[in-house]
């Protein structure tokens, strides 16, 4: 399918409804910390990306987000900025991403979470875009930048199409804020670490387990903790902690470093590998989960 080509057709897949809960569901019975695998779209090419989120899915990351490259990624930091501008030039917009999951759609049932500024969304449509992404067998999307005050219309349209809608709590978030974005989310919840944009980091925040226990108040949905995990000391932390760690930068840096798209595969697999292999050396700490 070309970047320009709809993926809307009587051949495309239709999407599970729960297909994120049902993995966090497996995820909690063993009681292993789960993997939300970020990885750019269109870095450095579509055709590239399909390899490397196949290796991923196979390596035992357990969600892919797949991020839409947007003209202005201010959430981002450097790394993640670098591979948004290589998509960019490689030709990559909305709807080939959307191409993108239906191709993937084919192959694997990994969770698939389109990771998206509101922008892109909003000029295609909310309603023309719901319906496409559930249509190829996206499973849940994450506006990086939309409130919950403002995404009234948009959970309506996610909802009609059985999408997940998936926002982002932050340590500065109030008591009041993280109610209402527990009350809008569905999936689970995106808690970012720490404030400031997205890399890797040596060390996580120490007030990280006091905020994931503020936030459980308010939610039974899973939690996903990102911005600045990178390396398998952070996942075994997190698995008293947390219900799934989030890896973006430090998987991106696994492509653009590779010299082709077969590398790239092979490279953010590796990573994925060892990120796991934490999680699962780490289950014992799930019982330190606090309530």
Known sequence: MSDAASPKSSASPQPSAGRIERRFRELAQTGE??????ITAGDPSLEATEKIVLAAAEAGADV???????SD????????????????RAGTTLA??????????????????????????????LETFAEAAAAAGADGVLATDLTPEEAEDYRAAMRAHGLDTIFLAAPTSTDARLEKI???????????????????R?????DLPELARRVRRFTKLPLAVGFGISAPAHVSVLGGIADAAVVGSALVAEVEKASHAEQAAENVAGLIRLLKRAARQGISRRTERPT
Do not use: K
Not at 33 to 38: E, F, Q, W
Not at 64 to 70: A, Y
Not at 202 to 206: G, I, K, N, R, V
């Open 182 to 200: 527990a009350a809008v989310s569905s999936g689970f919840l995106y808690l970012i670490s720490r404030t400031g944009v997205t890399g890797a």
């Open 96 to 125: 080939g991403v959307l191409g993108l999951v239906a191709r993937l759609r084919a192959r694997t049932q990994v969770p698939l979470v389109l990771f998206s500024y509101f922008n892109p969304l909003l000029q295609m449509g």
């Open 33 to 38: 910390l789960g993997l939300v695998a970020y």
């Open 73 to 88: 990624p201010v959430a981002d930091g450097p790394t993640i900025q670098r591979a948004i501008e290589r998509a960019l």
């Open 202 to 206: 040596e060390a996580l925040p120490e």
């Open 64 to 70: 892919i987000e797949l991020g839409v490259p947007f």
